[in-house]
């Protein structure tokens, strides 16, 4: 019956408003096909070839030591161990999926590798979120080490009373390593990298729908009477709990502070947590164990991050966005700068309405969402 209920709400929902849907999965199908896949889809190819081909045995002869003493996990778990840290938040889940299906690790194993191994990517990191966001890659590097450190730290605590395994031996991988080790990486990797564009396009659409009804901003007004944080910033934090990247562009919006986002980045929001528990056929953790993992991963980013802030401070960054290369010195004066200056006023008269009609090159301004009083733009994502 509640399953008929939700499915009747929402199908009454899409034909409400169909434009806000359409709009943001259209959003975010362009971020799918600029930023997501092709910071995603190499790392998840290269986590697959490691596991498939016998490029795990040199692997984890240096790095082998740290799975074992530091994780207490077998040597062939170093290389997804490693791509989970790096490569972004389903390539750590897709090693460690590989491994459970080859009979490499056990279940528990498997259970331990997913309280640690989903983490964000170094390049959405430091490059969309330092450079495109922040404007300093220092701030985004800090970002990544917070999350990074916190997750090591998730992984040591999750294995302090395990037993040590024993080392792997010599020429496993290898024995069991078959020809067409890299068409069946890409191949699995193309499965992955469309089922989470296909998480991320419906819950981008589930946001659009929950912003229209109001019940978003109706939250956020419950919310908002416990006095923790400002309306904004549980504005903020409710687009992180439900997907990462409308978390990111929901509080660069808003102004909000970077803490924020080691905590956003680390908890990887409901969507990503679908995605990591779709990569198994049977998931290894329950759904209720895996959040709680996330939460605390969350609150040690943001205390390693605020820590971090206290032994080496930095400037305040801000969350508005950058916009590189607009400023050019030369042309701040002289002759350049003033036809510069008649250029952009001829352009401001061609764009300002007349009084019998409106101007096409105009945009819309951006749609105003009121939350306890306090305005904020609504990002189509």
Same mark, same amino acid.
């Given at each position: 019956?509640?399953?008929?209920?939700?499915? @009747?709400?929402? #199908?009454?929902?899409?034909?409400?408003?169909?434009?806000?849907?359409?709009?943001?999965?259209?959003?975010?199908?362009?971020?799918?096909? &600029?930023?997501?896949?092709?910071?995603?889809?190499? =790392?998840?190819?290269?986590?697959?070839? !490691?596991?498939?081909?016998? !490029?795990?045995?040199?692997? &984890?002869?240096?790095? +082998? =030591?740290?799975?074992?003493?530091?994780?207490?996990?077998?040597?062939?778990?170093?290389?997804?161990?490693?791509?989970?840290?790096?490569?972004?938040?389903?390539?750590?889940?897709?090693?460690?999926?590989?491994?459970?299906?080859?009979?490499?690790?056990?279940?528990?194993?498997?259970?331990?590798?997913?309280?640690?191994?989903?983490?964000?990517?170094?390049?959405?990191?430091? #490059?969309?979120?330092?450079?495109?966001?922040?404007?300093?890659?220092?701030?985004?590097?800090?970002?990544?080490?917070?999350?990074?450190?916190?997750?090591?730290? @998730?992984?040591?605590?999750?294995?302090?009373?395990?037993?040590?395994?024993?080392?792997?031996?010599?020429?496993?991988?290898?024995?069991?390593?078959?020809?067409?080790?890299?068409?069946?990486?890409?191949?699995?990797?193309?499965?992955?990298?469309?089922?989470?564009?296909?998480?991320?396009?419906?819950?981008?659409?589930?946001?659009?729908?929950?912003?229209?009804?109001?019940?978003? /901003?109706?939250?956020?007004?419950?919310?908002?009477?416990?006095?923790?944080?400002?309306?904004?910033?549980?504005?903020?934090?409710?687009? =992180?709990?439900?997907?990462?990247?409308?978390? #990111?562009?929901?509080?660069?919006?808003?102004?909000?502070?970077?803490?924020?986002?080691?905590?956003?980045?680390?908890?990887?929001?409901?969507?990503?947590?679908? /995605?990591?528990?779709?990569?198994?056929?049977?998931?290894?953790?329950?759904?209720?164990?895996?959040?709680?993992?996330?939460?605390?991963?969350?609150?040690?980013?943001?205390?390693?991050?605020?820590?971090?802030?206290?032994?080496?401070?930095?400037?305040?960054?801000?969350?508005?966005?950058?916009?590189?290369?607009?400023?050019?010195?030369?042309?701040?004066?002289?002759?350049?700068? +003033?036809?510069?200056?008649?250029?952009?006023?001829?352009?401001?008269?061609?764009?300002?309405?007349?009084?019998?009609?409106?101007? &096409?090159?105009?945009?819309?301004?951006?749609?105003?969402?009121?939350?306890?009083?306090?305005?904020?733009?609504?990002?189509?994502?």
């Amino acid at each position: 019956m509640l399953a008929a209920l939700v499915l @009747l709400l929402l #199908t009454f929902a899409l034909l409400l408003w169909p434009v806000a849907v359409t709009g943001g999965i259209a959003s975010s199908l362009s971020y799918c096909l &600029s930023a997501l896949v092709p910071s995603l889809f190499p =790392f998840m190819v290269l986590c697959g070839f !490691a596991v498939e081909s016998s !490029a795990a045995l040199w692997l &984890s002869r240096p790095l +082998g =030591f740290c799975a074992r003493y530091l994780f207490r996990l077998p040597d062939c778990c170093a290389a997804p161990v490693l791509m989970g840290l790096i490569g972004g938040y389903p390539a750590g889940a897709r090693g460690t999926s590989l491994l459970l299906e080859k009979g490499r690790i056990t279940e528990k194993e498997a259970r331990r590798m997913l309280m640690f191994c989903v983490n964000p990517g170094l390049a959405f990191t430091v #490059t969309y979120l330092g450079i495109g966001v922040f404007g300093s890659p220092a701030l985004g590097l800090r970002l990544f080490l917070s999350v990074t450190l916190s997750a090591v730290v @998730l992984g040591v605590l999750s294995g302090l009373f395990s037993p040590l395994p024993s080392p792997d031996k010599p020429g496993a991988e290898r024995m069991e390593s078959r020809p067409g080790a890299l068409t069946r990486s890409v191949e699995g990797a193309a499965r992955s990298v469309l089922l989470m564009c296909a998480f991320l396009l419906l819950f981008s659409g589930l946001s659009a729908l929950l912003h229209e009804a109001g019940i978003f /901003q109706g939250a956020v007004r419950l919310l908002s009477r416990l006095g923790v944080f400002t309306p904004n910033q549980w504005a903020a934090m409710l687009s =992180f709990l439900l997907e990462v990247t409308g978390g #990111t562009g929901d509080a660069r919006a808003l102004g909000i502070g970077p803490g924020f986002f080691a905590f956003g980045l680390a908890f990887g929001g409901v969507c990503v947590h679908l /995605q990591v528990l779709a990569m198994f056929r049977k998931p290894p953790i329950r759904p209720p164990l895996f959040l709680l993992c996330r939460l605390a991963h969350g609150l040690l980013s943001a205390g390693a991050f605020a820590l971090m802030g206290v032994i080496s401070p930095m400037e305040n960054a801000s969350t508005a966005p950058v916009m590189a290369g607009i400023y050019r010195p030369e042309l701040s004066g002289g002759w350049r700068g +003033g036809a510069s200056l008649a250029l952009m006023c001829a352009a401001f008269l061609l764009m300002v309405p007349g009084e019998t009609g409106k101007s &096409s090159l105009r945009a819309p301004g951006p749609k105003l969402i009121s939350v306890a009083g306090v305005k904020f733009p609504l990002q189509n994502r």
